[in-house]
């Protein structure tokens, strides 16, 4: 399924047809060995999994380069056992492919540099595909792109018939706006106008991960804000904010709204529309 303009859904990748490019998320490999260090047991397939649904994603797509959004590895401040095992057979499952590997570094990434160096895979902040800019989204940033693409937050959606319910891995795509240039005063103080950029968020590449649910767990990214967007009189979306010297004024217009992001829930291979997030909130009058 196609997300955005020559961006396609491929399980929990994103395929870029023209730059021949797959972008993967969110892997946390050794989760495992941090989950049995805190005293819960879980056999360790994670790896094989994640190799082997990127083997049916590379037979699909053919794709020539993997760029790897952030949180390769899980554990913080230090690179656990099954971590230096298991991301350097993943990085040899690739270049063995001939597939060129670019990082980027994400929150749970400080000690990735001598497992990359190891296999000389370069090692970067973010990466400018055309008009698309992707990152991990543990952090803003400004950028000229029309599209900003993210991991971190690993969103995720309950859905429900009858008594049942299952939670599903998704994708969101929606409008973010980028505080610009200050273009005047006005009584609440500094004015500034918004541009509107396209924001995808991608979900965890890695099958013990469920992720957030949109729907009632607290988001973890930045640039994704839960908070209702108020509107002007007109009754359109404001394209500017305020920033005034009281802390209210600059919470006038969040940047992002994510009940009017659409969703794409994690099929078996590709994704299936389910409309937007507001769609799935029953609101009280």
């Not at 693409?149 to 859905?159: Q, R």
């Not at 994704?224 to 006038?252: A, C, W």
């Not at 992001?261 to 994704?271: C, D, I, P, R, T």
Request: hydrophobic fraction near 40%.
């Amino acid at each position: 399924m196609e997300i955005s303009k020559d961006i396609e859904i491929v399980s929990t990748a994103l395929w870029f047809k023209k730059e021949e490019t797959i972008i993967i998320n969110d892997l946390h490999l050794g989760y495992e060995e941090a989950l049995q260090h805190k005293g819960v047991l879980v056999p360790k397939f994670q790896l094989q999994e994640i190799l082997s649904l990127l083997e049916k994603i590379l037979e699909k797509t053919n794709a020539k380069k993997i760029i790897i959004n952030g949180d390769l590895k899980h554990e913080f401040g230090k690179v656990l056992r099954q971590e230096w095992k298991e991301v350097l057979q993943f990085f040899d499952f690739l270049q063995k492919k001939g597939k060129e590997i670019i990082i980027i570094q994400g929150n749970h990434d400080p000690a990735i540099a001598p497992l990359a160096g190891k296999r000389g895979i370069i090692i970067v902040k973010e990466i400018l595909l055309n008009d698309t800019l992707i990152i991990h989204g543990d952090e803003l940033v400004k950028t000229d792109a029309k599209r900003i693409i993210i991991g971190h937050e690993h969103p995720a959606i309950t859905l429900r018939e009858g008594s049942k319910w299952e939670k599903y891995k998704c994708f969101l795509k929606g409008k973010w706006y980028q505080k610009n240039s200050f273009s005047g005063t006005s009584g609440k103080g500094k004015l500034f106008q918004k541009k509107e950029k396209e924001l995808i968020a991608v979900p965890s590449f890695n099958p013990l991960l469920e992720g957030t649910d949109v729907l009632k767990e607290k988001l973890l990214s930045p640039f994704l804000n839960d908070t209702k967007r108020q509107k002007s009189r007109t009754g359109f979306l404001p394209l500017v904010s305020f920033e005034g010297h009281n802390k209210s004024d600059q919470k006038l217009f969040p940047s992002s709204d994510i009940r009017d992001f659409e969703v794409f829930v994690v099929g078996k291979e590709e994704g299936l529309y389910f409309g937007k997030v507001k769609n799935f909130i029953k609101e009280k009058d």
